[in-house]
């Protein structure tokens, strides 16, 4: 590659991750006033599809992040002329790129089902009901945090499971 020159893919994916912050921001504010018939209908979709936008934004803003912390760093680099660090614009980094945020909205509905059933074990099966409004903005909150942080949550989740389904030693 050309010194000074950057490669297209880098501009695409600059580009497709403002217009993933736009969906997710755009969807959760669709989700909070009630936009959609669906989610009039159900207050449990409404909530999963609520914490799945926020995992989404969240994961989207982490990965813009890394996006500028990169560019940033190339665009220092030719400016004091030393030599800019690899960007690797692989195929790979490509998928990363665009399934990350995703993977953060499977994951903040994951933990808000997660805490959904929690909470339900902890209640006596007769008073079973949705939370309260502070405890659901609670939940919204670690679902963004969640999407922010896939890597973390996905290896505190592996951690979990081996722990739990280890083979017991005789």
Request: hydrophobic share 45%; proline share 2%.
């Amino acid at each position: 590659m050309e010194e000074g020159k950057n490669p297209w893919q880098g501009y695409f994916i600059g580009l497709l991750l403002f217009c993933y912050l736009i969906v997710g921001a755009g969807a959760a504010i669709s989700i909070h006033l009630n936009y959609f018939n669906v989610t009039k209908a159900s207050t449990l979709l409404r909530n999963h599809l609520f914490c799945a936008s926020f995992g989404f934004t969240g994961a989207t803003i982490a990965l813009i992040r890394k996006y500028y912390k990169a560019w940033i760093t190339r665009s220092a680099a030719i400016l004091t002329e030393s030599n800019p660090p690899f960007q690797d614009w692989s195929f790979g980094w490509i998928y990363y790129y665009i399934v990350r945020p995703w993977l953060g909205a499977t994951l903040g509905a994951f933990v808000f089902m997660l805490s959904l059933i929690g909470f339900n074990v902890l209640q006596s099966a007769d008073k079973v009901t949705m939370m309260s409004e502070e405890g659901k903005m609670l939940l919204f909150a670690l679902a963004f945090l969640t999407g922010y942080s896939v890597s973390d949550v996905l290896d505190r989740l592996s951690d979990t499971s081996e722990q739990l389904f280890k083979k017991k030693e005789r």
